[in-house]
């Protein structure tokens, strides 16, 4: 076969690929056999030079020729597969403007940290800071520096969670083996005290822990905000006057207090208060057992033996403290009647506060 009939053969052979090619990496295949290094017309075009003088300016236009053609041939192939794949991929990714709009659901802050932050706002308006404290407490903090006696029962083991090493290893050798899981905030009164000099003005919110079954006015792990003032001239009517605010502020100016003697090992003298049923107005009811009375809180004036515990002087300074419930202030004002609904997640229920 001569070379012309070689470019011949080659030249339809190449167009018929170039057409038959489906996709870019097709069409860059036959690019490549035919005009890449080894190529088949790149091989005729090495020939020409054994061709003799007459034949090979004929036969190296007609190659040029074929070249410029499958070239262009490939180009235009080339821009209408970038096309068809243009095209494809807009019909893939294409969005339906029509469809309706995903919902999302909307969240919410729980009821417990939304009355907190309610809470934290009335102090820091009234000057307090506030502090916190380890929810895996030392016995010192949470009992023996509060005046708690070594036989007090709210530190038997039927009662108080203990952290206890179970894997005979002492964990990582540092665990304290008085380790338990705070069960009021109170413990935060003598890390304030221990760190800071009077005059202390701090509000500690926070998780704590008791060996209670859940029930509707019970929960193993319930939330307190601890308050705690310490400064020349602290009398009771400053506790009392401070939370009959506080409590105004919470509940509503309509609503009542009423201070009942109490006892705590930490404060002397103590009371617990009780603020007017907000759902018979005080006159008695079921929700507030007939008396008119709800009790939202324990405080008092701090003992002086907790200040002999951090250090500070009995005969210039006096202070209060108090610690209230949240998840009880929650149930109070929304008229909740089981606290579990409060830690069930149940968004039906959340959703409302
Ligand atoms: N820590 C007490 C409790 O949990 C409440 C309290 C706090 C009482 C501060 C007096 C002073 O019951």
Redesign the pocket.
Known sequence: MGVTEELDRLYGEALGAIEAAGDLAGLDAVRVSVLGKKGSLTQVLKGLGALSAEERPIAGKVANEVRATIEQALESRKSLLEQDALAAQFTAQAVDVTLPGRGRPVGSRHLISAITAEVIEIFLGLGYQVAEGPQVELDYYNFTA?NHTPQHPARAATDTFYVRDMTGKGFDGSVPSDALLR????PV?VRAMEKQDPPIYILAPGR?YRRDIADPSHLPQFT?I???VVDEGITFADLKGTLDHVVKAIFGSERKTRFRP?F?P??EP???VDVSCGICDGKGCRFCKQTGWLEI????M?DPNVFGYVDIDPERYTG??????IERIAALKYNIPDLRMLVEGDMRFLRQF
């Open positions: 509060l069960t009021h905030t109170s009164q704590v307190q601890e308050g705690l109490h705590f930490f404060t103590s009371a617990e809180l324990g405080c008092g701090v209060f403290a108090f610690g209230l419930g």
